[in-house]
């Protein structure tokens, strides 16, 4: 099977993930709505959409998967209300200003598979004036982890196994956001809010969200476990979260601290995200109960060639 079908069988048997779109889609597109899917994959929203009334569905998608969405709409009778557009969202222009934009896009921590841009960019260019969006708006989940299994991945190049001389890029893997399934034994502290984005109206450049965790136990912290709680219409949520029962089957992330921090029940911890809405990159940091602000970043696990150095002196 190909990447790109395992990658989307993959989504649609996330138990509870179709049905929560469904009803987000029922209770926000009206008959003769056109919508634009964005980053539409085989087409499985914008199919929703036409089936819960739109007219027609701009659906826009870059990846190989498009071919399968178009020869799906064919089989179904529906090429002449979904229209397939292979393209970047970006460099796409629509014969008409659409009702509604839909997108899946949110990634294990919300806003890391490029929903932000993508929907700024298309609610700027695309959508009517009173148009909606769907997700309207998202919530990046924090918690306090002793997993030693996630703790792990981000030590994994000064493993027994890996040569000595390879050991400095246990570097790269502290600075790195490592997919991982938590069981809820290893959530340490009360889960709370990082950040909120409201994904219809103008959002900024640059986020920084701060928040504090306390503690629920005597535990060595050995990252951040983080996930999303996204908003797809009013009172219909989608979460990937590790304790919420009806939850999808989603990786979470984990975000590790250079150096673990001892916590007794009830100590806190602040911990603070930075990030610009287009940009991959990101940073964390974690202040313990001593003061001592431990500061992380993606940057500092990309691999720069030379020709990247060169423009960064340029």
Known sequence: MSAILEEHIEYLSLSGRSAAYERAIARTIRAGDVVADLGCG??????ACLRAGAARVYGIDKSDAIAIARETMAREGLSERYICIRSSTFDTTLPEPVDAIICDHLGWFGFDYGIIPMLRDARQRLLKSDGVILPRSLRMMIASTSSLPA????????HALVPAEYHWL???GLNTKHPHFFAAEEIASAPAILGAVDLA????????????LTAAMQ?????IAGWFAGELAQDVWLTNSPIEHGAIARNQVFLPVREPIALQAGEEVEVSLR?????????WSVRGPDGRRQKMSTFKSTILSDADLGRCKS
């Not at 085989?42 to 199919?47: D, E, I, P, T, W």
């Not at 109206?201 to 928040?211: G, L, N, Q, R, V």
């Not at 535990?219 to 990252?223: I, N, S």
């Open 219 to 223: 535990h060595t912290m050995q990252g």
């Open 42 to 47: 085989v087409g499985v929203l914008g199919l």
């Open 170 to 172: 246990e570097e790269y």
């Open 275 to 283: 990030f610009r809405f287009d940009s991959e990159l990101f940073g």
């Open 151 to 158: 703790r792990a991945r981000a030590e994994a190049w000064r």
């Open 201 to 212: 109206a103008d959002t900024p450049d640059e986020y920084h969200f701060s928040t504090r």
